[in-house]
């Protein structure tokens, strides 16, 4: 047979589409050809297979060879497809057995010996395979990932010589097991590291329970930081569903995947120099950025009003719809991002204003323009603004007392909270829709009163209102009230810190 057909698949952001990969032997002058829009890596993978194929003890063919990787619009990248080359030029030359090829897909980059070597992206295909009903056949390092879907449809191997004897009938591959040491990651930090600040704490708790964003202001070496790096501990774990999720972003990333912390939510934390391509995503093939990293998990941003002021209003469209579209000419990709959102930073730009402990040397304007580096757009998404003032010396010295509270505490009330909102609605409090917030977040009459009182003190937006009611119904939550009082909307509007300090100057 001079025709073979092998299958296996690309990368398209964490989407991994078929690709048939055709090789014809024909009479003619020796030489190689891949068509169907290969990238240069693609390209250079004949070079890689002819060796690979000669120091496997097999004779390549000295005929004119052609490959199509088909769909031939869609980009093929990376060196994921010297496999399934080199398996059909053999198929096509005769040389191993080519009718078993349509029961599997084919996926890793060849060495010049005819080892296999892990690949980006594995975890992805596999789901992709799986839906397809053929079996997967990756490098014994990706084994791991691939465990994660069915054993029975992902099988590895180390040597291209081990997949020509699988199908020659000749033996059998080892299955992909599921990792042992799954969910084996333990943090290292806890909440009751963090002194004294029980508000912060407090707003920690509302903000992890209702998946609602979060922003520290206080004077430098308050803790902010450290509550926002615990706040992960605290955290629901993820199930398997977005677990797989989050592992598809990572296994596609330059990161890789981590077993250990499958199930734990992650936390990104970019320095305020990034670009908004490296927080949005994108590049000129586009790979994810920090937002989507930190998909079902935290983006940390300290230093907030140091971050360009660009750069962060990047942020107001994904922190709405829980996705970014990454638009190239050539293609468009798209990336999850349902994130909560935390970010520290100062009053003031020498980080004293309204400490009654400090004495502030910014004027008026210096703070206006300090304070103005952040939008209102998107300050108006984020649902908690919270002060952590400066600790005492008292309570700097003597520390947390005997008994305080650690992080398996505040998650059990974390879960009691979110068992509660998905029992009722099906969706955390901070995913509800505006339409939703009458049918499930009530409120009394003393609550209407306060916040309609409040609407016109503050000046808020609606987004703003119904932001309110959605951390008013998680606050009632936390308390198993089934209704939303005003002793709720009081709590709420006393996490609007920004808008007060606003207030403050003259």
């Known amino acids: 047979m001079s025709l073979a057909i092998v299958y296996s698949r690309a990368g398209i952001g964490i989407e991994a589409p078929l690709v048939t990969v ?11 050809s891949i068509v169907g829009l290969p990238e240069a890596a693609v390209k250079e993978s004949k070079d890689r297979v002819r060796s690979a194929i000669i120091n496997s003890n097999f004779d390549f063919p000295m005929r004119r060879i052609t490959i199509n990787l088909a769909p031939a619009d869609l980009p093929k990248e990376g060196g994921r497809f010297d496999l399934p080359i080199a398996l059909g030029i053999l198929a096509a030359s005769g040389q191993i057995n080519g009718d078993r090829l349509n029961r599997y897909e084919f996926v890793g980059e060849l060495a010049l010996t005819g080892e296999l070597r892990a690949i980006k992206g594995v975890l992805p295909i596999g789901i992709a395979c799986q839906e397809a009903g053929r079996t997967l056949i990756v490098p014994a390092n990706n084994a791991e990932e691939a465990g994660l879907i069915p054993a029975s449809k992902a099988l590895q191997a180390n040597h291209l010589l081990q997949v020509c004897e699988l199908l020659n009938q000749h033996n059998e591959l080892a299955s992909c097991p599921p990792p042992s040491h799954i969910n084996g990651y333990h943090y290292p930090v806890d909440v009751s590291d963090v002194i004294a600040q029980e508000a912060a704490k407090r707003a920690l708790l509302i903000a992890a329970s209702g998946s609602h964003h979060l922003l520290l202001v206080g004077p430098p070496g308050t803790g902010k930081s450290m509550l926002a790096q615990r706040l992960p501990t605290i955290l629901s774990p993820m199930n398997e569903r977005e677990a797989k999720e989050s592992a598809a972003i990572y296994s596609v990333s330059h990161f890789g995947f981590d077993a250990r912390s499958f199930f734990q939510r992650k936390i990104r934390s970019p320095h305020h120099s990034c670009s908004a391509p490296a927080l949005i995503g994108g590049g000129s093939h586009p790979k994810p950025g920090e937002i989507s990293l930190s998909h079902r998990g935290v983006l940390f941003l300290d230093e907030f009003t140091e971050f360009d002021r660009h750069v962060l209003d990047n942020l107001r469209e994904p922190m709405e719809s829980g996705k970014v579209t990454i638009s190239r000419a050539a293609s468009q990709m798209e990336y999850p991002a349902r994130f909560l959102l935390i970010a520290a930073m100062n009053p003031c730009p020498c980080g004293h204003f309204g400490n009654s402990q400090g004495q502030c040397r910014c004027t008026p304007d210096q703070i206006r323009r300090y304070l103005g580096k952040i939008s209102g757009p998107l300050l108006d998404r984020i649902d908690l603004q919270v002060e952590v003032p400066l600790l005492s010396d008292q309570q700097l010295t003597q520390g947390n007392p005997k008994g305080v509270m650690r992080s398996h505490d505040y998650q059990q009330q974390v879960l009691a909270c979110q068992d509660l909102q998905i029992t009722r609605q099906g969706k955390l409090n901070g995913e509800l829709a505006s339409s939703e917030l009458e049918q499930y977040a009530q409120l009394s009459s003393e609550a209407q009163s306060l916040i309609s009182q409040s609407l016109k003190q503050l000046n808020l937006s609606a987004r703003s209102y119904h932001r309110i009611i959605k951390v008013a119904r ?22 609007r810190k920004l808008e007060r300090y606003l207030a403050q100057l003259p």
Request: no cysteine; hydrophobic share 40%; net charge negative.
């Open 474 to 495: 998680t606050i009632a939550d936390l308390g198993q009230s089934p209704a939303v009082e005003a002793a709720h909307i009081s709590e709420t509007l006393g996490y």
């Open 22 to 32: 055709e090789v014809h032997l024909s009479n003619g002058l020796p030489s190689l």
